[in-house]
């Protein structure tokens, strides 16, 4: 094997960070249970973060499981993006607004299809050959017509990430599952590790990359000893295993970044801009089974737990399966179960009911009773004590961005590196006065994008009126020259004729 260079195969623990109880273990007791066909899913057609998307099918349309229902659009008339498909094989119900999952309760273009029962597969990806014999721009283009996007969450378009070719020297796959409740990527590691690292060596062809890496948590042994065994199964010496402390949130891409490869990204700088490219490993899993079955992405796993459902688990469920279905497969909800929360509690956002969809960004979905649900805090003033300093991944301020949220002073907080929140939720965590710091930032990072927006429209304004101030000027100009002219024109034009009329005068006389 290679000697690995560049990365810690076991980084120091970091300073920053919180350690809340993990509660991970209920999901972990059985394996990935492989949901059916629902009866009925409703896809909403955007799920990739910064692209629209428009239909490809028409209402009442027969449609196979796999095939592409939607596309997503780059902005500005750019290239088609990711492609949407169909779970299941039925026919198109309706097409219109449905409720969402989301931060804010929204309704967005959905595709309904009703299930035919008979789950007929899309044949049109088959026999797609070896992706380690194509070219990057090949592979890059199938992944966006296989729909992938990153299922950590963000849903930020694969393909694009790999466009960085020539840039990158090393891929991170990331399944260092920090956040509490949720375990889809550790149970994905310690079953599937041989289709993760697949993926990871197709990825590595598409972006250019010498190795990669893949960071587990140290409360992971099973999944790293799987990863492992699957490595010397295959005998590749150019993809490593990085174990990092299991500590919040050091599964976000910059802070793993930083444990592993021991790099900051700059402000306002992407990983690729210094060689790394960083990807869930259930991104990567999923390239390896579009290239091996020519399977899109119709599923993904979720984890299902917290104490109001009766068997916690994680189900690989159909992208449009409603939410209170999986309940049902994980042996029903509890009848005290009071809240449902998508995503983990520190960064997961709360939903009004389960009869919303499961998306491409659905990794978990907890459900709690009451007695799991802090109870309303009063908030109390800054003692200025510094824990959230202390805690702080980005190594930011919050007090001070505070005192400057307060003050709605936006060139305070761009100075105190409001941008470079990520919004985690440890302040909050440690904060004694329960002042809720997270949502003051994320309300200011609003209000800061409503300022730029005013701004720019303020000098887009004034490079308006300083134009049309120039025309009429021009145009002013223009017809005072004009004048001038016709006055030359008009004397001169008199003066002839005066001499005209002297010259007859005399004439008559003479």
């Given at each position: 094997?290679?000697t690995p260079?560049?990365f810690?195969?076991?980084?120091?623990r970091?300073?920053?960070?919180i350690?809340?109880?993990?509660r991970k273990?209920a999901?972990m007791?059985?394996p990935?249970?492989?949901?059916?066909?629902?009866e009925?899913?409703?896809i909403?057609i955007?799920?990739?973060l910064?692209?629209?998307?428009?239909?490809i099918v028409?209402?009442?349309?027969q449609?196979q499981?796999?095939q592409p229902i939607?596309?997503a659009?780059?902005?500005?008339?750019?290239?088609?993006?990711?492609?949407?498909?169909?779970?299941?094989?039925?026919?198109v119900?309706?097409?219109?607004?449905?409720?969402?999952p989301?931060p804010?309760?929204?309704?967005?273009i959905c595709?309904?299809?009703r299930?035919?029962?008979?789950?007929?597969?899309?044949?049109?990806y088959?026999?797609l050959g070896?992706?380690?014999?194509m070219?990057p721009e090949?592979?890059?283009?199938?992944?966006?017509?296989?729909?992938i996007?990153?299922?950590?969450?963000a849903?930020?378009s694969?393909a694009s990430?790999?466009?960085?070719r020539?840039?990158?020297h090393?891929?991170?796959?990331?399944g260092a599952?920090c956040?509490p409740?949720i375990?889809?990527?550790e149970?994905?590691?310690?079953?599937?590790?041989?289709?993760?690292?697949?993926g990871a060596k197709?990825?590595?062809?598409?972006?250019?990359a010498?190795q990669?890496?893949i960071?587990?948590?140290?409360d992971?042994?099973?999944a790293?000893v799987a990863v492992h065994d699957a490595?010397?199964?295959?005998g590749?010496?150019?993809v490593?295993?990085?174990?990092?402390?299991?500590?919040y949130?050091?599964?976000g891409e910059?802070?793993?970044i930083?444990l592993?490869m021991?790099?900051?990204v700059p402000e306002?700088a992407?990983?690729s801009?210094i060689g790394?490219?960083?990807?869930n490993?259930?991104?990567a899993?999923?390239?390896?089974?579009f290239?091996r079955d020519?399977?899109?992405?119709i599923s993904r796993?979720v984890?299902v737990?917290?104490s109001?459902?009766?068997e916690?688990?994680?189900i690989?469920?159909r992208?449009?399966?409603?939410?209170a279905d999986?309940?049902e497969?994980?042996?029903?909800?509890?009848?005290d179960?009071?809240?449902?929360?998508m995503?983990g509690?520190?960064?997961?956002?709360s939903?009004p009911?389960?009869e919303?969809p499961v998306?491409?960004a659905?990794?978990?979905l907890?459900?709690?009773?009451?007695r799991e649900?802090?109870p309303?805090r009063?908030?109390m003033?800054?003692i200025r004590?510094?824990?959230?300093?202390?805690v702080?991944?980005?190594q930011?301020?919050?007090?001070?961005?505070?005192?400057a949220?307060?003050?709605?002073?936006?060139?305070a907080?761009?100075?105190?590196?409001?941008?470079?929140?990520?919004e985690?939720?440890c302040?909050?965590y440690v904060c004694p006065?329960?002042i809720?710091l997270?949502?003051?930032?994320a309300?200011?990072k609003?209000?800061a994008?409503?300022h730029d927006?005013?701004?720019?429209?303020?000098?887009?304004?004034?490079a308006r009126?300083?134009?049309?101030?120039?025309?009429?000027?021009?145009?002013?100009?223009?017809?005072e020259?004009?004048?001038?002219?016709?006055?030359v024109?008009?004397?001169v034009s008199?003066s002839?004729?005066?001499v005209?009329?002297r010259?007859?005068?005399?004439?008559?006389?003479?």
């Open positions: 094997m290679k260079v560049g810690n195969l076991q980084p120091p970091p300073l920053w960070g350690r809340p109880p993990t273990s999901s007791l059985r990935i249970l492989v949901a059916y066909a629902p009925r899913v409703v909403p955007r799920q990739c910064g692209m629209a998307a428009a239909p028409e209402l009442g349309q449609v499981t796999g939607a596309a659009i780059h902005a500005f008339g750019g290239p088609s993006g990711p492609q949407v498909h169909a779970s299941i094989s039925g026919t119900e309706s097409l219109g607004a449905h409720a969402v989301g804010m309760a929204s309704e967005e595709v309904t299809i299930s035919d029962g008979l789950d007929r597969r899309f044949t049109g088959d026999g070896d992706p380690l014999q070219s090949q592979i890059c283009t199938l992944i966006a017509e296989a729909g996007v990153g299922l950590g969450g849903m930020f694969t990430k790999l466009a960085a020539g840039k990158v090393t891929l991170i796959l990331n599952e956040e409740y375990t889809c990527d149970i994905l590691l310690r079953e599937h590790a041989a289709e993760v690292l697949r197709i990825m590595m062809r598409a972006l250019g010498t990669a890496v960071g587990v948590e140290s992971m042994p099973e790293r490595i010397d199964a295959d590749c010496d150019d490593h295993v990085s174990v990092v402390t299991a500590k949130p050091a599964g910059r802070q793993l930083q592993i021991g790099r900051e306002g992407l990983p801009d790394f490219v960083c990807h490993v259930g991104t899993a999923a390239i390896a089974d290239f020519g399977r899109p992405l796993i984890t737990t917290g109001g459902i009766n916690p688990l994680n690989d469920a992208i449009g399966t409603l939410m999986l309940s497969l994980a042996d029903g909800r509890r009848d179960a009071s809240h449902l929360i995503g509690p520190m960064m997961g956002v939903l009911n389960d919303l998306t491409k659905t990794n978990c907890i459900l709690m009773q009451p649900i802090s309303p009063r908030e003033p800054c004590c510094g824990e959230c300093n202390q702080c991944p980005a930011l301020l919050p007090q001070e961005l505070l005192r949220s307060r003050q709605h002073d936006i060139d907080l761009r100075e105190f590196g409001l941008d470079a929140c990520i985690c939720g302040c909050d006065s329960y809720p997270t949502a003051r930032f309300a200011s609003l209000e994008a409503e927006a005013e701004m720019a429209q303020a000098v887009r304004a004034r009126f300083e134009a049309r101030e120039a025309r009429l000027a021009g145009a002013r100009e223009a017809r020259l004009d004048l001038k002219a016709q006055v024109e008009a004397h008199e002839i004729a005066d005209m009329a010259v007859n005068a005399r004439d008559d006389q003479g």
